[in-house]
């Protein structure tokens, strides 16, 4: 920033337009040992979004135990869900710790923002939020009361005035979040709980971005046909939370997947997904789509070919310019192939 430019950031004029806690944790947030910082007004707000996401978690669980404040219990009825995030908050725990003491900051804030937004907030609450009426619902609020707990101590020393706030509602009566003593990792590493939530995670993204990709809405309940092989057993299990997460209709477990009319993808596991599309969508009007995708991405790969072609453009253009066309030729021809083998699932 300078002064002569006129690019400076005011503080105050921050502190009022998205709260001291969000200036705090964006400057926080990109304090890298040896690196200069890049203050934005967008990185303010982003931090801001990111106070707005931990206040609307931190109600929801509060209005599910309403005046309870129950713990976790200790028989082992711990659901997968509720092992994979006390083992993820363990983790983050000690990825912060570990952080400080090399006075990276910065890292262990980016460890805890990740957390609490896509683990504890974009995953758990949800698979929480199927179970708190039934008879395993005390466990799943313990575990939300126990994980949001440590998720305060961790983000006070960074945002401590929300923290506070919500510290007091919380536990009321108690002493300032400020005394409380800093969240101690436990020994609850769960290797077998991490691997069968990645696997199930991957299945729930691999099935929204087929919905993105035919122009499904995400809210439209769709019926799938799954192939998990040597995983049958364990999303058999997880089907519920999968329909509830991927908005799907009937799921159906096949020893294999495939055909025409339907859309199909395969995850990194090897688990195979296929959506019947003549029951969602009009198959000539999808086919009619995807032949005009790839008509305008064909029309991308060649206008970047050609520019690549040109001699005197490679030589004589930025470095930069001429590697931003390379990246859009890969993108283009990685669509086409994606593209046209949507086409051909859906048959002629």
């Known amino acids: 920033m300078s002064k002569s430019l006129g690019n400076v950031i005011d503080p105050i004029d921050m502190v009022e337009k998205y709260g001291a806690d969000a200036l705090r944790f964006s400057l926080m947030f990109q304090a890298t040992p040896g690196n200069d910082m890049n203050a934005s007004e967008e990185r303010i707000q982003g931090a801001r979004n990111f106070a707005n996401k931990l206040w609307n978690a931190a109600r929801f669980v509060l209005m599910a135990i309403d005046e309870e404040r129950p713990e976790i219990p200790g028989d082992g009825s711990l659901a997968l869900e509720d092992r994979w ?10 990825q912060i710790d570990g952080a400080v003491e090399r006075y990276n900051v910065a890292g262990g804030m980016k460890d805890l923002h990740s957390f609490i937004w896509t683990e504890y907030c974009d995953w758990y609450i949800e698979l929480a939020k199927l179970r708190l009426d039934g008879a395993d619902g005390p466990v799943a609020k313990g575990v939300l009361v126990h994980v949001l707990d440590r998720i305060l101590r961790a983000l006070h020393p960074a945002m401590p005035f929300i923290t506070e706030e919500l510290w007091s509602r919380l536990h009321p009566g108690v002493d300032s979040i400020m005394v409380a003593a800093w969240p101690v990792a436990e020994d609850r590493r769960d290797p077998e709980a991490e691997a069968v939530m990645a696997r199930f995670q991957d299945l729930v993204a691999s099935l929204r971005r087929l919905k993105v990709e035919h122009g499904i809405p995400q809210g ?39 055909g025409t009319g ?44 050609k520019k690549l072609a040109n001699q005197d453009f490679v030589t004589k253009a930025p470095e930069d310019v001429v590697e931003k066309e390379r990246t859009k030729l890969a993108e283009a021809r990685d669509a086409l192939e994606k593209l046209e083998a949507q086409l051909r699932a859906l048959g002629s």
């Open 85 to 94: 995030i006390l083992f993820r908050l363990d983790e983050t725990i000690g």
């Open 220 to 258: 439209q309940r769709i019926p799938v046909a799954i192939a998990a092989h040597s995983y049958r057993d364990e999303i058999e299990e997880l089907s519920g939370s999968l329909a509830a997460l991927a908005k799907l209709g009937t799921v159906t477990f096949t020893d294999s997947v495939g």
């Open 262 to 305: 339907g859309a199909r993808v395969i995850t990194g596991a090897g688990i195979e997904a296929s959506v019947d599309l003549g029951e969602v969508v009009d198959l000539d009007v999808e086919r009619a789509r995807l032949a005009k995708r790839i008509e305008e991405t064909n029309t991308e790969a060649q206008r970047a070919e």
